[in-house]
């Protein structure tokens, strides 16, 4: 390699903009939730004290990650983290109720102990609901960098944008894709490889409604894509496999895709 090329670099690293690395990120946010659910750890005994003095260091641990880095600089990176801290409570408890309907929907769910510490879906959807507050403070690529640890870890990819309602529900989750400016209400369970996506992905929709609005207590199943800012599921509605939908759906509605099997059985020729 020539002298050209590291000048390149070196130029690039002189003009980043600092920020924390993705796994001093992602750990702070593993560790909260290892707080918050201590189900997730091997015999926590902490006396009250210990648990007030580890949500203090927590909270230490997040502003020092807001004031290393640049983006948001004219905002108050105290007040934020205050107010972060302030939600989690409400936080917790929207949480909760995504384990409660984990816990009612799957029968293969024995506890709410094997939820919490092995379910994807409840870890996905963990994450996500802290980059979204996050985000709604007006913090930019934290949120994302969150999101996709989550992404990485569970194979559910659910951007820090959506606006997701209680009680959902993600069974298998691997392959599930919830875009940007996705609406999902109360009561919601996707299976394996939903796509709650866009019909264009060109620049220009960039803050647009691209993406579908999912009413309350609706079911759709294994493979299914829905697309559009325009699409609207109704509420009670249940979307079959591999269904693609580019239009709305009134509530109350089964959508099912038909495809033709044929089984052709061979004579056995001995």
């Known amino acids: 390699m020539n002298e050209e090329f590291y000048r390149h670099i070196f130029n690039k690293q002189n003009q980043l903009e600092p920020i924390p690395s993705n796994k001093v990120i992602a750990d702070w946010a593993v560790n909260l939730l290892n707080l918050v659910y201590p189900e997730r750890l091997t015999f926590p005994e902490y006396s009250l004290s210990q648990i007030e003095g580890m949500f203090s260091d927590s909270h230490r641990e997040l ?38 309907a984990t816990l009612n929907g799957d029968p293969a769910a024995q506890s709410e102990f094997e939820i919490i510490r092995s379910y994807p879906g409840f ?54 894709v919830i875009g940007e400016t996705t609406v999902i209400g109360n009561h919601v369970k996707l299976y394996q490889g939903v796509t709650l996506g866009a ?33 609207f599921i109704g509420r009670n509605s249940v979307i079959g496999g591999n269904v693609w939908l580019t239009k709305s759906v009134m509530p109350d509605s089964t959508v099912y895709h038909q495809s033709a099997m044929k089984v052709v059985e061979t004579k056995n020729k001995n």
């Open 199 to 231: 019909l264009s992905v060109d620049k220009f929709m960039a803050n647009t409604k691209r993406h579908p609005t999912i009413g309350d207590h609706v079911i759709i199943y294994s493979g299914a894509t829905i697309l559009g800012g325009d699409t």
């Open 63 to 100: 502003l020092d990650i807001l004031n290393a880095t640049k983006a948001c600089k004219d905002c108050d990176k105290e007040v934020i983290a205050a107010a972060f801290y302030k939600e989690l409570p409400e936080l917790y408890r929207k949480m909760n109720t995504d384990i409660a």
């Open 123 to 176: 870890l996905a959807v963990s994450f996500y609901r802290v980059a979204h507050y996050l985000l709604m403070l007006g913090i930019p690529l934290i949120p994302r960098i969150l999101t996709e640890y989550a992404h990485s870890v569970t194979g559910i990819d659910i951007h820090p944008g959506a606006e997701i309602g209680e009680y959902l529900f993600i069974d298998h989750g691997t392959g599930i």
